[in-house]
């Protein structure tokens, strides 16, 4: 017997991915996360918002039209994405001194600009005077673009800082904070790989024959398949690490459970008369 599946494999990393975000919701809402982590919780529901309108409104619009809605949530998911890496830094580093955040935040924007402007290329300017639609469009892409990839970067920076001084903070290795940044860098990882691959075989020689170009086509979806299942993974990882309490959480429960239920009174003789 021959099982023939009518989906792709994009349309099934999408509802999973889908799935397992709203799932993740269900879990920032019902175990009281949202609270402590208000713009996590948001750019999760902007990247299933993303994802949901470009499932439904993709080849269904002019094309116009469709760029000015996709570029501008793109471009709002930057912002959202640069306030979490800041909230997960305020957590991280709630017991740091404001000179220590001066000196670490200058490092890490420093790091990150330098990567920034070596890693091209830039378009000329004048590809955006003008005012005109287009020119805009184009601004708003490569704001996305370069924004995502400076948020790439920080998380990654963050995350390596607060697992070499974390420990000084008293930020735990197992805490809320150092999971999800865990998660963050790691899906920055993929994405930053996939940006390189694909840019070394963009730059390369065009094809030749459609063999080639079918064998390079056919790398690019592996890439990005490759990327969708680091990010599922990722995804499923938060779910368990906020699901669970944090070590702290537990052991500050602990006391009022250790001793139990009180044992039975005994009856005696004296009660039954």
């Known amino acids: 017997m021959h099982w023939h599946f009518h989906f792709s494999t994009v349309q099934v990393f999408w509802t999973l991915t889908f799935a397992a975000l709203l799932v993740l919701l269900v ?67 709630a017991r740091a001194s404001r000179r220590a955040w001066i000196v670490g ?27 005109t639609t287009l020119a805009n469009l184009r601004l708003m892409q490569l704001v996305a673009q370069k924004g995502d990839l400076c948020n790439n970067l920080l998380a990654i920076e963050l995350c390596l800082l607060v697992a070499f001084t974390g420990r000084r903070f008293h930020a735990g290795w197992r805490s809320h904070v150092q999971r999800i940044l865990l998660g963050l860098s790691t899906a920055s990882i993929a994405q930053l790989i996939v940006r390189v691959a694909w840019q070394k075989i963009a730059n390369g020689p065009p094809p030749r024959s459609q063999e080639e170009y079918l064998r390079i086509t056919g790398l690019q979806d592996k890439l990005f398949n490759a990327n969708s299942v680091v990010y599922l993974v990722v995804v499923v990882w938060w779910i368990a690490s906020l ?14 459970t250790a001793s139990g239920p009180e044992p039975p009174m005994l009856r005696t003789a004296e009660d039954d008369q």
């Open 243 to 256: 699901w669970m309490d944090e070590p702290e959480m537990r052991a500050a429960a602990a006391p009022a």
């Open 27 to 93: 879990v920032l809402l019902g175990r009281d996360r949202a609270r402590r982590f208000p713009w996590f919780t948001a750019g999760v529901v902007l990247t299933a918002l993303r994802m949901l309108t470009s499932r439904l409104l993709y080849g269904k619009m002019a094309p116009i039209t469709s760029s000015e809605i996709f570029l501008t949530l793109a471009d709002l998911g930057v912002i959202v994405s640069l306030l979490v890496i800041v909230e997960l830094a305020r957590r991280a580093f």
């Open 105 to 131: 935040s200058v490092l890490l924007l420093a790091i990150a600009a330098a990567v920034l402007v070596l890693w091209g290329p830039w378009p000329a300017w004048k590809t955006f005077a003008g005012g």
